[in-house]
């Protein structure tokens, strides 16, 4: 197993859904930066490194399967890699005292990995609280019971985003056009390594099922803006070393924004508020059983809230214009199921999983909590 790091050597702007043009939108256009890149970005910059060398044979419109040319290349080519490779990210790495911190990125936030575990396992905590306000919502009464645990220990994304103001530039001259202001924001990595304290931070993505003989080092423009940033791949793998084979009770935290086909997309046209499960109910089936997910109601913190949209998936330099557009579940839900971890981390849901969409993070909970959640399920199909 390998895992990368990704070094902004300074900022990165991981730019939101869609296109960011002062010319094409018009005056007073803002840019956002998302706390974590999308997927495409990570593999984009994989990529780039072998560009130039390969050729590219995928003869599909679909542009998503262009990265697997570069991918292979960069795998088997040059780190004389061996095995059936998956991308999984979602991670921050922050390096201090000789050792090294993995924070997940969960909405505005990153919350430390091994704190997070323990809220969500722990007897009487977090996923207690979310059933309580649930069984309370379905009975119509105003949940009480407030998370405040959950925000406690965490990295907030206000702290470590600089907002700027910029004018639009009339193409080719480089001269500004009158009225065409801008806001744009980017993410300071230095500002977050300063936060805890630490020596140096960036992104960690894991790559499951590679042994590869080589490591690599390089710096290159990454992301919105092109800031540099240092590629670091080589090195054994934190998360999926941690996880073992035994089906259990599992509570998992979609870490990146997972692509639904056409044939699932329909099921969001009648929505429900057991239309979340369902879809995830045919995301995992045939290697986990799915008992509830959650992510469509405002139960109690905004950590964990989905959403089901569209997004443009930024740009391709290949084809030279932007992606088409994807049925997506944005946002953090949290899905309680039973299954193993190695397999349902290494699988991932929906479509193109293998570039690192539909990462799901397996924790291990009591089965009181996957009892509890398939009663509530049974319930709530009752209404």
């Not at 706390?35 to 593999?43: G, H, V």
């Not at 879809?279 to 959650?294: K, N, P, S, V, W």
């Not at 479509?351 to 399920?377: F, Q």
Request: some cysteine.
């Amino acid at each position: 197993m390998v895992s990368i790091r990704i070094r902004p050597i300074d900022k990165a702007r991981f730019r939101s859904y869609g296109s960011f043009e002062a010319l094409a939108h018009g005056p007073a256009t803002s840019a956002s930066t998302l706390t974590y890149p999308l997927p495409t970005t990570i593999a984009g910059v994989l990529s780039s490194y072998v560009y130039p060398s390969v050729n590219i044979t995928k003869t599909s419109i679909d542009e998503m399967d262009l990265y697997e040319d570069f991918l292979n290349y960069l795998f088997f080519n040059k780190l004389k890699c061996n095995g059936d490779w998956s991308i999984r990210g979602g991670f921050l790495y922050i390096t201090g005292n000789n050792d090294e911190k993995l924070y997940v990125a969960l909405g505005n936030v990153f919350k430390e990995y091994e704190t997070l575990k323990k809220l969500l396992s722990s007897e009487n905590g977090v996923l207690d609280v979310y059933l309580d306000n649930l069984e309370k919502i379905v009975d119509g009464i105003n949940p009480g019971r407030v998370l405040v645990r959950i925000y406690n220990d965490k990295i907030d994304k206000d702290r470590i985003v600089l907002k700027r103001i910029g004018i639009g530039l009339e193409k080719g001259v480089k001269i500004t056009r009158t009225g065409y202001i801008y806001l744009a924001s980017d993410l300071y990595f230095s500002a977050i390594t300063k936060e805890v304290k630490g020596s140096s931070s960036g992104l960690y993505v894991e790559v499951v099922g590679l042994r590869c003989e080589y490591e690599l080092s390089f710096i290159t423009r990454f992301a919105g803006e092109g800031y540099p940033a240092e590629i670091r791949i080589g090195g054994e793998d934190t998360i999926y070393n941690q996880l073992n084979d035994h089906e259990q009770c599992l509570v998992l935290v979609q870490l990146t924004p997972t692509i639904l086909s056409h044939n699932v997309a329909k099921k969001v046209e009648n929505y429900t508020g057991l239309t979340l499960t369902i879809i995830y109910e045919d995301l995992l089936r045939g290697f986990a059983e799915t008992f509830l997910a959650i992510g469509d109601t405002s139960l109690v913190t905004d950590l964990f809230k989905s959403k089901i949209t569209a997004i443009h998936p930024g740009y391709s330099l290949a084809q030279n214009r932007y992606r088409n557009p994807y049925t997506v579940i944005t946002g953090n839900p949290l899905i309680i199921a039973k299954g193993s971890p190695k397999e349902i981390y290494r699988k991932g849901v929906g479509e193109y999983t293998k570039y690192g969409w539909g990462t799901l993070l397996p924790i291990p909970i009591n089965e009181k909590i996957c009892i509890r959640a398939e009663k509530i399920k049974q319930y709530m199909k009752c209404l």
